[in-house]
């Protein structure tokens, strides 16, 4: 029977019902053991859902990691430097995270498979010594086109997030065979490797259709060669999940970074809830940052709305108890070039290892069921990163002096 669902069943959490999930393999959860997880689901369910308004910790506590001066995945593994990673993570255990969500560069690996595959070691060992896994993805949907010009591009004002593959690749078939020759040679290497917490193969294909059409086939691939890792899909909503469900995937994501109020958050948490609930698999909130005015991700916001506050959204999502990454661990202006326009910055940790403000350090970590933070604390932006400031707060006409 098709594990095919509409959205709107979907929502509703009857998705087990249209044939069910299969049972979700490898090492999902801290300290669950595989055969506990495939032969007593409910075990499982237990384990994950954590019931609403909970003291309890926070079974999945993350964030999502690209070092502060990387524009791009690109830039992240081509001026990949051992000690840097060791530092940020280092941040990241100080106030108790078990987890982080990163990618992979599919243009790097073109150019430099040895390479990228030595410096993926050192980032796995490196968490791994901070007893913290890894939610690994391949590719990624968002962003623009991986010309070498954007790719290589660090400039604060102008440099962007690259999709990949790109445009030409994901629309011919011809194309296919270095991105299947990508999965398959991942897959052979860590399917197994319980440093990872789980396989992302895209983040955010939404609702595009050379994306999923590209994808869908994709998936076959990560599927045919799976190991006891578990899949999953980097999801732009909840709704999305019925499609990446048919695809294979074994746990769920929703993305849901800026609310205009806690109750409209906590409307999406009791949801999403229900559905992991329903279909006995983890749903993970695997982006997040603030409440802020606006009803849209690139609301126009200025002064203190265009800077982190994760203690306005944490308490929330560790009263539900729902598995997160907060975006992101470093310091580092907007991805969106949108957004950068006016001046926002995300994250916890400067590169020197204050944070931007100690309240957020501390509800944080307060999900691990430790809220005691003691750090400097600096309400600044980085002078590599000054001018996406300067910017914003530019008048209509006025230029910048030189």
Excluded: C
Excluded at 340 to 352: A, P, Q, S, T
């Amino acid at each position: 029977m098709s594990r095919r669902v509409g959205r709107r069943q979907f929502l509703a959490g009857v998705g087990a019902s249209a044939g069910g999930l299969p049972a979700v393999a490898g090492s999902t959860l801290f300290g669950t053991s595989t055969s506990n997880r495939t032969r007593n689901p409910k075990n499982r369910q237990r384990q994950v859902n954590l019931p609403p308004e909970t003291d309890a910790p926070v079974n999945v506590r993350g964030a999502i990691y690209i070092p502060a001066r990387a524009f791009n995945r690109y830039q992240m593994w081509r001026d990949y430097d051992p000690e840097i990673i060791e530092r940020d993570l280092g941040y990241a255990d100080s106030v108790n995270l078990n987890a982080i969500r990163t990618w992979m560069s599919y243009e790097y690996w073109l150019e430099h498979p040895d390479e990228h595959w030595e410096a993926l070691e050192h980032f796995l060992d490196t968490a791994d010594s901070y007893g913290m896994r890894v939610l690994l993805g391949l590719f990624d949907s968002v962003g623009r086109e991986p010309t070498y010009e954007n790719l290589i591009n660090d400039d604060p004002l102008t440099a962007v997030q690259a999709f990949s593959p790109s445009t030409r690749t994901m629309a011919s078939r011809a194309l296919w065979d270095d991105p299947r020759d990508f999965i398959v040679e991942f897959m052979e290497r860590y399917r197994n490797d319980e440093r990872l917490l789980a396989i992302e193969v895209t983040n955010e294909p939404g609702w595009n259709q050379k994306d999923i059409r590209f994808f869908r086939q994709m998936s076959k691939t990560f599927t045919l060669y799976q190991g006891e890792l578990p899949l999953s899909m980097g999801s732009t909503s909840l709704a999305n999940n019925a499609d990446y469900l048919d695809w294979g995937m074994d746990i769920l994501q929703f993305h849901y970074n800026f609310a205009r109020t806690t109750d409209r958050y906590e409307r999406v948490l009791r949801q999403a809830k229900h559905i992991q609930d329903k279909i006995g698999a983890p749903v993970w909130l695997s982006e997040w940052q603030r409440i802020r005015p606006g009803d849209t991700f690139f609301a126009e916001v200025s002064g203190e709305a265009a800077v982190p506050d994760y203690a306005s959204l944490a308490p929330t999502i560790q009263k539900f108890g729902t598995g997160n990454f907060f975006w992101s661990l470093m310091i580092k202006p907007a991805f969106s070039l949108y957004l950068r326009e006016h001046g926002v910055l995300n994250g916890l940790f400067h590169e020197d290892g204050a944070v931007w403000d100690v309240d957020d350090a501390r509800s944080i970590k307060a999900m691990s069921g430790e809220p005691e933070y003691e750090g400097e604390e600096r309400t600044e932006y980085p002078d590599w990163a000054g001018e996406i400031k300067q910017k914003a707060e530019q008048a209509p006409g006025e230029e910048q002096p030189e």
